[in-house]
């Protein structure tokens, strides 16, 4: 099974990634643990350079073309055969990520990301997307503004959620909407219970 995690920042993804982790350890699942973009020595390079706040420069075609570059290498080197392994891969974000933040916020449109994608891709889409529901208007103060990302302004990171949102309708159930409660450990019951539910955990 691969499963992915999608949201806008500051949404508590990483906190909710590492509960998921400590549960499936203590339930003696094991599972391969990644991130995008990087999670391969080239990928994590060219994170390096998509995220530099001094590449101002960069037009957001090069930038999409590169979250595609660095998702080729990891579908190749690790993704496909760790699958094909029987493994349980669990990747916080993916190209669901490229269709939001380039497709509908840089304004690239769903097309031409969802094209350039299926090159990088191959066939390895996620079988269960759980998706943290929460308007970056809710957690645009506590986000840090040290990548070329986090920098953009509150109306593009709007934008994002749009788009996360449009394409969860559209999705036929591949991706779960999971509205983060006040306390984490609610939040993480409902993932969860989200997973088992489509098989993807025990
Ligand atoms: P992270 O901070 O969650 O590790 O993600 C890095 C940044 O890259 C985050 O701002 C979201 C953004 N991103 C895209 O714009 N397109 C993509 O395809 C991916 C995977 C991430």
Do not use: W
Not at 119 to 138: K, W
């Amino acid at each position: 099974m691969f499963v992915t995690f999608e949201g806008c920042e500051g949404v508590g993804k990483s906190t909710q990634l590492a509960m998921l982790k400590e549960y499936l350890k203590n339930s003696g699942q094991e599972a391969v643990y990644l991130r995008e973009p990087g999670s391969t020595e080239i990928s994590e390079k060219i994170r390096g350079i998509i995220l530099d706040p001094a590449n101002t420069d960069m037009t957001a075609e090069t930038e999409a073309l590169l979250y595609a570059a660095a998702r080729a290498q990891l579908v190749r080197q690790v993704i496909r055969p760790a699958l094909d392994a029987g493994k349980t891969v669990i990747c916080d974000r993916y190209i669901d990520s490229s269709v939001a933040y380039q497709g509908y916020a840089r304004g690239l449109g769903e097309d031409f990301v969802k094209k350039i994608n299926s090159y990088a891709m191959e066939n390895a889409m996620p079988d269960v997307t759980i998706f943290i529901d929460l308007r970056p208007s809710a957690s645009f103060r506590s986000v840090s503004r040290n990548d070329r990302l986090e920098r953009e302004a509150l109306s593009f990171h709007d934008k994002v959620y749009e788009g996360f949102v449009a394409q969860t309708a559209t999705s036929n159930g591949r991706i779960v909407s999971i509205k983060p409660e006040k306390e984490k450990i609610f939040t993480h019951n409902k993932i969860i219970a989200a997973l088992r539910e489509k098989g993807a955990i025990r």
